[in-house]
């Protein structure tokens, strides 16, 4: 029975680890796609990393652009008012070329609200740390 919980074990490190790489890839390319956000997968990179590498995790809390959106959130749960609005604005100008270059509407409007979504998450988030 024991090795069976390190097999397991074993394999969900891995898919942690997996999910991890993938989120940090669609973040890069959401740093210069507009309307891919990036906020969300670095912070589910993060929280993917956590669980399966130390080593991944320090470097994405090290990293030049994600490590201080990182730290901020792992700190004190805060999204940063600049960030929010650089997220929000690349969703919108992604939303306009969408809405202007796919006759597809169910695509249009299912993008559309995976961006609500996300904009939604970000926006409910605290901007400066909580005083106590």
């Not at 959401?30 to 669980?51: C, D, H, I, K, Y």
């Not at 796919?102 to 901007?127: K, N, Q």
Request: with cysteine; net charge positive; glycine share 6%.
């Amino acid at each position: 029975m024991p090795e069976t919980r390190l097999a397991r074990a074993a394999w969900q490190r891995w898919l942690w680890l997996l999910l991890a790489y993938l989120c940090i890839g669609i973040a890069m390319l959401g740093v210069v796609l507009p309307g891919l956000p990036t906020t969300e997968f670095v912070l589910l990179a993060a929280w993917a990393a956590s669980r399966s590498s130390p080593r991944l995790a320090a470097w994405l809390e090290n990293h030049r652009l994600f490590g201080p959106l990182l730290r901020d959130w792992r700190l004190h749960g805060v999204v940063l008012r600049r960030t929010k609005w650089a997220a929000s604005l690349s969703m919108l100008l992604a939303l306009s070329i969408l809405l202007l270059t796919v006759d597809h509407l169910p695509s249009v409007l299912f993008a559309a609200a995976g961006m609500s979504c996300g904009a939604l998450f970000i926006w409910t988030r605290p901007e400066k740390p909580r005083v106590r």
